[in-house]
């Protein structure tokens, strides 16, 4: 205090030390500290205030104290971390385990309520595609391929409430990702595997409710194999559209791009566009959207069972036929293939959302940077000059002041020709 006292600035008996030393580096406030009532008063930048303390007495004792080399002798040698964090990487990763478990628990009801959705959807579908005016020929047979493909519609559409949870919790995440909380990793492995259980539960539920309402073939194996293709769509969804959500970052550009994801993976699903009717050109698309192999699991599921091989139409069986017809004649163990292509997606989208979590940086955070010299000028200015820098723009205000109903206001002076 007795150094700002020495440079003519007082702090009041009724004002506190810490409110005295913030605003008496303010621009705005720092004159009505000024105790030297019969001197001008002129604004003392923070650069005039370090010259100042730096040349007195207290300033010079200050800087032959940090010249002196430390003693290291005297030091603890675990003083100094040699780790941006300040855990280890497991401690870590439970931390973040424990995060994910309690916003999951908060948002219960979320979840809670699709799966409860998806229940009622599962039996309005069985009404539609009632067993009891099903049965196996060619014509149900398109039913029973629609059921199926409605089936992987509506988990990869129940899965899209997760892109705008990745996104509304970004912002948390950037903040401590730049503080060193933790790495982008140690977000994205917890995010992927608790929300397993969600998955399971929710193809649980679809499978349990329409798989005997629909009729599909009364074997155990293949309910059990339908379920483990829903499962891993489920997955794969949720895995695809936090991926979206790290690199898009906004909800706008999160919407678009995962309503264009959603429909590239649609289209060539092979359902909409059959394979047998793509352009040769194209039908490296098939191969490349997760819903293909869900297709084809589900679909050689159904229609390989023993029920449509005993029918045989022109010589050739009738599941083998209806699998023809829609591009998807693949043989049985095509199925594993699907499943562990269903698991790569998941492993591959998993990946690039820990990529996107690492490299992209805060959205809207580009700051002009200038000099320290030239700040200091800004803010140094002398007032005289501030005066006649605002006459102009008065002039101008008050010229403009009577013509701004009904007209537009030009950012300049307006020019005649009685001013010539």
């Not at 047979?141 to 970004?170: D, H, Q, T």
């Not at 769509?233 to 264009?260: D, E, K, N």
């Not at 994801?261 to 566009?273: C, D, Q």
């Not at 589900?298 to 017809?325: P, Y």
Request: net charge positive.
């Amino acid at each position: 205090m007795s150094f700002f006292e020495s440079c003519g600035f007082k702090c009041p008996e009724r004002k506190g030390s810490a409110d005295f030393l913030q605003e008496v580096l303010s621009k705005k406030d720092q004159q009505q500290y000024w105790s030297h009532t019969e001197e001008g008063y002129n604004f003392v930048t923070v650069d005039q205030f370090c010259d100042k303390f730096k040349a007195s007495q207290s300033g010079q004792n200050l800087a032959a104290e940090l010249s002196k080399p430390y003693d290291e002798s005297k030091g603890h040698k675990n003083a100094l971390s040699f780790s941006i964090y300040s855990l280890s990487k497991w401690d870590l990763l439970k931390a973040c385990f424990a995060r994910e478990l309690l916003l999951m628990k908060r948002n219960a009801f979320i979840y809670i309520s699709k799966s409860i959705q998806l229940g009622l959807l599962a039996v309005i579908t069985g009404t539609v595609f009632l067993r009891t005016r099903m049965g196996v020929d060619r014509i149900h047979a398109n039913y029973y391929m629609g059921s199926l493909f409605y089936a992987l519609l509506l988990l990869m559409v129940n899965g899209f409430p997760e892109l705008a949870m990745a996104i509304n919790r970004l912002p948390v995440f950037y903040k401590q990702r730049d503080d060193y909380f933790y790495p982008a990793w140690a977000y994205a492995i917890p995010s992927f595997i608790l929300k397993i259980p969600v998955s399971l539960v929710e193809s649980i539920a679809w499978t349990t409710i329409s798989y005997y309402l629909i009729g599909y073939t009364p074997e155990a194996s293949r309910f059990f194999c339908q379920l483990l293709v829903l499962f891993l769509i489920h997955t794969v969804t949720l895995s695809m559209f936090r991926c979206v959500a790290s690199y898009c970052q906004t909800m706008v550009a999160g919407s678009v791009g995962g309503t264009m994801a959603f429909l590239a993976t649609l289209l060539f699903g092979g359902f909409i566009i059959p394979r047998s009717f793509m352009p040769n050109w194209l039908k490296w698309g098939f191969w490349l959207s997760p819903l293909s192999y869900g297709e084809i699991g589900l679909t050689g599921n159904e229609f390989l069972a023993q029920r449509w091989l005993e029918i045989k139409i022109s010589g050739v069986a009738l599941g083998r036929r209806i699998l023809m017809d829609q591009g998807l004649d693949f043989s049985s163990y095509f199925y594993w293939i699907s499943i562990g292509a269903l698991l790569g997606f998941t492993l591959l989208f998993n990946v690039g959302f820990a990529i996107g979590l690492t490299i992209k940086k805060v959205p809207g955070t580009s700051r002009a940077i200038i000099s320290r010299n030239k700040l200091t000028r800004f803010d140094g200015g002398d007032q005289d000059n501030n005066m006649e820098n605002m006459m102009p723009k008065l002039q101008a205000e008050t010229v403009l002041s009577p013509n701004r109903t009904g007209r537009m206001v030009l950012p300049f002076m307006p020019l005649i020709l009685e001013h010539l």
